[in-house]
């Protein structure tokens, strides 16, 4: 089982900004939080990842509380290409990565 | 910008055949990674390689499969003797540090 829990779906409206939140109460303190776009038919897309505070690139920001057990991605101005599933993930120990079942984002017009 | 390609796009082949799948990863990346996903199913990690070997691998990762990295460049996932339930997308991800992963576009695997 994934070490993190997302809301299972989300609905937004094109122009809005989406906050999508994942919980991951037992993260150990060198782990780093990433998160993953995937479109149907096509490989998971890196988004961001952080290990802190807040990170920002040209897609989305990535905040994360003092006590890292959450974190929360967000997009701003969604439009419709950015209906998606939306993945959370932090290390399993090892090599091994475990996808959770993501975040399936809707935008509307 | 550099990507992973994989090839082909699309296999179909009969029960108890092999498949051989292939994966260009970006270059200089350290670590590679195979996944497969089922229709409308998780993203499932099947295996890990570093280092020209196998660093960790999965419970459906038996001795069905196999992988490599030939040639420097190449990184093949190998099934032996498919079966209809390996029918699903394979995706490959190449990673310049643990953690970091850039995925191929997958191929999808038909096995009928």
């Known amino acids: 089982l994934a070490k993190t829990t997302q809301p299972i779906s989300m609905d937004s409206y094109e122009g809005q900004e989406v906050n999508i939140t994942c919980s991951h109460n037992n993260i150990a303190t060198n782990d780093y939080i990433t998160w993953y776009q995937q479109f149907p038919s096509q490989g998971p897309r890196f988004i961001i990842q952080g290990y802190k505070t807040k990170v920002t690139n040209e897609v989305a920001s990535l905040f994360i509380p003092a006590d890292r057990k959450s974190s929360t991605l967000s997009l701003p101005r969604v439009s419709l290409s950015d209906t998606a599933v939306y993945y959370c993930?932090?290390?399993?120990?090892?090599?091994?990565?475990?996808f959770g079942a993501g975040t399936r984002l809707f935008v509307k017009a | 910008e550099p990507e992973v390609t994989q090839t082909p796009s699309h296999q179909v082949t009969q029960m108890g055949q092999e498949v051989i799948l292939r994966c260009v990863p970006i270059s200089n990346h350290l670590y590679f990674y195979w996944y497969r996903q089922i229709l409308g199913q998780k993203v499932e990690f099947l295996v890990s390689f570093y280092n020209n070997e196998i660093s960790e691998k999965s419970e459906i990762f038996d001795d069905q499969f196999s992988v490599e990295r030939p040639d420097g460049s190449n990184f093949t996932l190998k099934i032996r003797s498919t079966k209809l339930e390996d029918s699903a997308m394979y995706f490959c991800a190449s990673l310049p540090q643990l953690y970091e992963q850039y995925f191929g576009p997958g191929t999808r695997l038909t096995v009928t």
């Open positions: 993930l932090v290390p399993e120990g090892g090599f091994k990565t475990i």
